[in-house]
Nanobody, 114 residues
């Protein structure tokens, strides 16, 4: 069974930083590329960043240079370090595999004030 538990969101001023964490089921974490997604009100969920089981990463252009994705194999946890946050980063953030499975965690809300 897939389990995804996100945490670390909050309210921050523009220019601030947050670090999101996602604890995943060990089995899928070890076998799959993991990704962070976000969904703003009234918008579709979008892929923000991915990290393969190796060292390869991908970032959407909107976060490139500001966000960093990493993963801890021992803790089967994937992180998203978010720096220089902008109001347009405000969204619910979710982790999942990439491609994603049809099972989502509760997400963690990030709100960036201007």
């Amino acid at each position: 069974q897939v389990q995804l538990v996100e945490s670390g969101g909050g309210l921050v001023q523009a220019g601030g930083s947050l670090r999101l964490s996602c604890v995943a089921s060990e089995r899928i974490f070890r076998l799959r590329t993991m990704g962070w997604y976000r969904q703003a009100p009234g918008k579709q969920r979008e892929l923000v960043a991915t990290h393969t089981t190796g060292l390869s990463t991908y970032y959407d252009d909107s976060v490139k240079g500001r966000f960093t994705i990493s993963r801890d194999r021992d803790q089967h946890t994937v992180y998203l370090q978010m720096n220089s946050l902008k109001p347009e980063d405000t969204a619910g953030y979710y982790c999942n595999t990439n491609p994603h499975v049809d099972c989502w965690g509760q997400g963690t809300q990030v709100t960036v004030s201007s």
